[in-house]
Each structure stands twice: as C-alpha cells, then as structure tokens.
C-alpha cells in the first residue's frame, strides 16, 4: 500500500477515536449546529493565518476556541436563542473569512482543499497534530465523563449535586473547537459535523450504555474513514465527501435494525 494511503488511514483513525466519544455528547446534546458554526468560523481562521502568517492549524484552533467562548458569554448575556446566536455567528464568520481571503490576491490557497478537505496530501506532522489532539481530548472527556452525562440528563439537577455547568460546557465546547481544527484536512470545514453526528446517531440502534454508543461511534467512524478511502481510490472521487457519504450509507444501514 502507499505511503500517502497509510497516513490518511492513520489520520482517519486518529479523528476517529475522539469524534466517536465526543459526537455521542453532541447528539444528545443536541449541539450539531453549534459545531456547523465553528467549522463554518475555521474558514475566517484560515484567512487570518494567511494574513498573519502563522500556521493555518494554529490560526483555525485559536479562532475555534475563541467562538466557543465567545458562545458562552452571549448566551448569559443575550435574551436571544442559542440557535439565533449559532447562525449569527456561523454565517457571520463564514462571510468575513470569504471576505477576508478575497482581498488576499497575492497569496494563492486551493480553498477546495479546505472546504472539503484533502486527506490523502497529510503528512507525518499532520499525522501526529491528530493523534495528540485525539490523545489528549480524550484524557479531557474521560475526566469530565460523568459530570456530562449528568448535564446531558439533567441540567438543573446536576447543578444541585454540584456540577459546575457552566465550566463543564466551556469545557465540552473547546473539545469540540479542538476536533474541528484538526479535522479540517480530513474533511473539509464543511463536513467536519457530519463525521461528529453520523457515527453517533448510528451508533444509537447497537448500544445499550453511553460507554457503549461512544465505543461504537468510533468503530463506525473508522470503518467510515476506511470505506471512503478505498471508494476514493478506485472510484476516483473526492476524499473528504466519500468517507461522508460511507458514513451516511452505514447510518442508513443500521436504521434496518428494530428497535428494540
């Protein structure tokens, strides 16, 4: 096999075991927009980078993390809906950033590579930014594992046993700004929240425990990753949108099976 096919399927697998565990959160959460929006902000991310000329990755995480934050506080302090706030920021970000690379005309970028990602150019340092993101939201999400779970059934309650809500969901949030940023040259910034929810929701119909879906998840996202690369080899299509598309096919798939 290739050395470029050994590193995208490394890469794959990588985003696959933090997407699993971390996507099952924002099913339940019912958080899918909120990742639409930081991937639609990765885009002003990437302008920014080319403008200050520090690393693209870097840039699209600093930016990530900022908006989840910022997504925080307007919450506490605007009377508006979370999911009026999510599409002011979602659509506002993606048309600054567009903006933003337009003015740029003496740099050249494939912007096609960044929305819909480009898997088989990573490379080894690619490789490893995924792993030790992976690694490392991991370690977060099994440290706050139960606090979320407690959030996720009942938020008033699980402040009354003592969780600390708001910091728990900063938490989750910068979890997800993490994922996203390092995502972005597996699948693009445009279909970074559909590898997150499908494997999630696929995941539901097998599972009889949160421990179990998140497990599940992260098979299903492999098998994803490995599916649409393969496709992608002998079909001759784009990387990123064939491993959705293999998610979306295993997510049809499991909707055959009763419920029980």
Known sequence: MDDFMLRA?????????ISGPLGVFVVWMRMAYFGDTLAHSALLGIALGLLLQVDLQLSVLLLALFMAAALLVLQHRSRLASDTLLGILAHGS??????????????????????????????YTDVLWIWGGALL??????AIWRRLLNLCVHAELAA???????????????LVAVVIAVAMKIVG???????????????QRFSASPEQMALVATLVGATSVLAGLFASL???????????????????????????
């Open 9 to 17: 399927i490394a890469a794959g697998f990588g985003l696959s075991i």
């Open 94 to 123: 993606l048309a600054i950033g567009l903006v933003a690379i337009s003015f740029q005309d003496d740099i050249r970028i494939d912007l096609l590579a960044y929305l819909f990602g480009d898997i088989l150019a990573v490379g």
């Open 137 to 142: 939201g991991l370690l977060v999400l099994a």
């Open 160 to 174: 009354v046993d003592g969780v600390q809500v708001a910091g728990i969901k900063l938490v989750f949030m910068l």
């Open 189 to 203: 910034v445009l279909l970074i929240t559909a590898l997150l929810i499908i494997p999630a929701a696929s995941a």
């Open 234 to 260: 002998l079909l001759d299509t784009p990387a990123g949108p064939s491993i959705v598309t293999a998610a979306t096919v295993l997510f049809l798939l499991s909707q055959l099976r009763p419920i029980r």
